[in-house]
């Protein structure tokens, strides 16, 4: 057997160069790249390693380690989870500023690996720099943190171990069931140490996404539930996307005339114009979606985690009977549905063919119909410019006109996503790009610069608030850097203005979320500070004649925009289950808790 002599660093970054997937035809590199933040726990041994590989498997610097991994996270959303990133930092405080990065990764179901460095295996010089010590038990380290938000989690000890523990790595990052984080913390002296390899392991492997088949008798469950509907509705999850079923979703919905609302993952599974597309479903959904759903008999959930803001809370479509195809058994029965584990594109596929002949009512279809023109008016009236601070429906509305044909809006949290979902007008199914499942504040910047990445013949525009981008703002000099270029539209409502109105729905007085009588934070002076071009807009109009220089910019251009934090878009949306106090102190909270208490009795009990 021929073998090959190599440090473990050095065999883990060969290995990672070696995996390929293919893309439109063609075999790539699966992984992008690595980021890297080097300290005392990885610059000695990964460092080389990777120095060496750089031309196989190219290196990026940030400027935060939460921040990488978010663009390595984003990187592969956008890729649909055909391509990924890795993401190595020093054992202690580089380690575990990753973490929130892997619960984002875990909770959307998206591909990342971790190899944060660790403390010393053999434990010679214990306790070393940024070592956090357990009294009661020796094995523990920072790292023990990723262990709730990975998908799989090893300690490499000894180099052999990779042996086993790489390709386990690889079969969670690319499985469509299981993927997510995958996190490798890696003891620092293990990394130098050598042992002879087997040359086999390093060859070239191609991985390419499996798509199982439904079984035959949940696919007929489900169909006969389906040709016994009058009133149905799909759901589109994120999962359609990451099987690549958009076009399998648009026959399905178009052959049987079955309206399709979206989940913020889901949103751009068909263009905003499709005659099916009925908006988005949920507490931040349009009118239309959230209509058909309260009335509709049966609901197909397409690649969903039908999570609270998708259900409203378990409130929105209580009477209905779920049928759920997805890929993860997991998913497949959750809220008493009738299960179909399957691809989304392979499921759909299965339940046309069983279905020939059915279609919705035509007075249903009709009635989507005029639903779906409705809303799109609306639309059209709430995202158009008025006089007075703007509303971030506004601007996001001028944003959309402006934007340039495949052009990617990239958000995260806040009060943005739920203007975006609502509002926004998605072209395709790359064109929208939310981490709404943990919105983690501080994804926004970093997440379009992963994006940017994977998607360079596209302009990308960040959309953020203030209090996101004053979170985390560094990767602006990181695009700059490496050339990514980025527009990014600041919101500023000086404070959290998403929490601030939350406070007053629920009955609570005004405090501690808006930035009253603090001094003026100059936004777009900051940008500047770190290498962009910036552009304060006084208003809507003022905006709309600054986008297209920033789109036509070739360094990363922020443009600052004030808003009104105190209103939001009230049409559309649903209930969600935020509890009020038991014990009122005053009129405003027992209004909210009676509010609270007629929504609870709605709510799908079981399953």
Not at 175 to 187: I, N, Q, Y
Request: hydrophobic share 50%.
């Amino acid at each position: 057997m021929a073998t090959i002599r190599l440090t473990a660093a050095e065999a883990v970054v060969r290995f990672l160069a070696a995996q390929e997937t293919e893309l439109d035809g063609r075999r790539v590199p699966l992984f992008g790249g690595v980021w890297a933040i080097f300290g005392h726990g990885n610059v000695a041994g990964l460092g080389p390693a990777l120095h060496a590989m750089r031309r196989r498997l190219p290196v990026f610097r940030a400027h935060n380690e939460q921040a990488m991994a978010h663009a390595a996270i984003a990187y592969a959303k956008t890729h649909a989870r055909r391509r990924m990133m890795a993401c190595t930092s020093s054992i202690g405080p580089g380690a575990t500023n990753m973490v929130t990065a892997a619960a984002v990764a875990h909770v959307n179901r998206l591909p990342v690996l971790f190899l944060p460095g660790d403390v010393f295996a053999s434990r010679r010089p214990d306790p070393v720099l940024q070592q956090v010590e357990d009294f009661g038990d020796a094995t523990v380290s920072a790292n023990d943190c990723f262990r709730p938000v990975s998908r799989f989690f090893d300690r490499i000890m000894r180099p052999e171990q990779l042996l086993a523990s790489l390709p386990a790595a690889i079969r969670v990052l690319t499985d469509p069931a299981e993927c997510g984080p995958v996190t490798l913390a890696f003891p620092q002296d293990v990394q130098a140490e050598a042992i002879d390899w087997p040359a086999a392991f390093f060859r070239p492997r191609l991985h390419r996404p499996r798509a199982p088949a439904p079984d035959a008798d949940e696919l007929a469950a489900a169909a006969e539930a389906l040709r016994a509907a009058r009133r149905p509705l799909v759901i589109a999850g994120g999962g359609v996307k990451y099987a690549r079923a958009e076009a399998a979703l648009a026959a399905f919905a178009t052959r049987h005339g079955v309206p399709v609302a979206e989940t913020q993952a889901g949103k751009g599974s068909l263009a905003w114009d499709h005659p099916r597309n009925a908006g988005a479903i949920g507490v931040t959904g349009a009118a239309s979606a959230n209509g058909l759903a309260a009335r509709a008999d049966v609901v197909l959930a397409v690649g969903t985690r039908l999570q609270d803001f998708t259900t409203g809370s378990r409130a929105l479509f209580p009477r209905a009977r779920l049928v759920a195809l997805n890929v993860a058994a997991f998913d497949a029965a959750k809220h008493g549905a009738l299960p179909l584990v399957a691809d989304a594109g392979r499921g759909l596929a299965g339940l046309g063919e069983a279905l020939a002949g059915w279609a919705a009512a035509k007075a249903w279809q009709d009635a989507a119909a005029a639903a779906i023109a409705r809303w799109r008016r609306t639309v059209d009236r709430v995202t158009a410019p008025r006089g007075g601070t703007p509303t971030d429906a506004q601007v996001l509305g001028a944003v959309n006109r402006a934007m340039p044909a495949r052009g990617i809006v990239v958000c995260a949290a806040g009060g943005l996503p739920g203007e975006l979902h609502k509002l926004w007008r998605a072209t395709d199914s790359t064109s929208y790009h939310l981490e709404y499942g943990y919105s983690c504040m501080g994804y926004e910047i970093a997440g379009g610069l992963g994006a940017k990445l994977a998607a360079p013949e596209r302009e990308v525009v960040v959309l953020v608030g203030d209090g996101s981008y004053l979170m985390l703002n560094s990767e602006i000099a990181t695009s700059v850097a490496l050339g990514a270029k980025l527009t990014i539209v600041v919101l500023d409502n000086r404070g959290f203005g998403c929490i601030h109105r939350l406070q007053a729905a629920t009955g609570g007085a005004a405090f501690n979320t808006l930035l009253d009588g603090a001094p003026s934070i100059d936004l777009a002076a900051h940008a500047q500070s770190l290498g962009a071009e910036a552009i304060r807009c006084e208003d809507v109009p003022a905006l709309e004649a600054a986008l297209p220089r920033a789109f036509k910019a070739k360094r990363t251009t922020v443009l600052v925009i004030g808003t009104d934090p105190a209103r939001g878009t009230a049409e559309g949306g649903a209930w969600w289950d935020v509890p009020v106090t038991e014990v009122p102190r005053d009129e405003a909270q027992a209004a909210a808790r009676a509010a609270w208490e007629r929504g609870r009795q709605r709510q799908r009990a079981g399953g």
